[in-house]
């Protein structure tokens, strides 16, 4: 909450309180939150979500909405936006955004293994998979850095 403070006011906190209230369970703000944002996108989606709507409902908007994430360039925003798919229950969207965020070198091992958004994909096998694939990510990385140390 402290990091979102520091740009008050904008979409992109706008949008991210969403996220924040539903990590912290405040379904209900969360839900509120939804309503002040346009209706598109991962938005619209979360909101459909939130706001119990037809499971073929969500799940036509996940499809429509996952090529677009799965193209973007930035790992940590796959990453990020697959969190929403798993909440929304869209668990082959969120594993291919996880899986591909940790192949772009986002490696999430520490967040995948705590978000609560995450929970329902903990402990099956292909989020074991990647969580071990994050994690080796993790490792290789921090190996990396201390080596370039002087």
């Known amino acids: 909450m402290e990091f979102l403070q520091l740009d008050a006011g904008s979409d992109w906190v706008s949008r991210n309180m969403v996220g924040h ?3 912290a369970g405040n379904l209900a703000k969360a839900r509120e939150q939804t309503e002040k944002l346009q209706n598109d996108g991962i938005s619209g989606m979360t909101r459909e979500c939130l706001n119990n709507a037809p499971v073929a409902d969500v ?5 429509e909405l996952a090529p677009s994430v799965l193209s973007n360039p930035d790992p940590e925003n796959r990453f990020l936006i697959g969190s929403y798919f798993a909440f929304c229950d869209q668990k082959e969207i969120a594993l291919r955004m996880l899986k591909s965020s940790v192949a772009g070198n986002y490696c999430g091992y520490t967040a995948m293994q705590n978000d609560p958004m995450y929970a329902e994909l903990r402990g099956t096998p292909e989020f074991n998979e990647i969580l071990s694939t994050a994690q080796k990510c993790q490792s290789d990385f921090l190996a990396q850095r201390s080596q370039a140390s002087p």
């Open 21 to 23: 209230f539903i990590r």
């Open 59 to 63: 799940n036509k908007l996940a499809q």
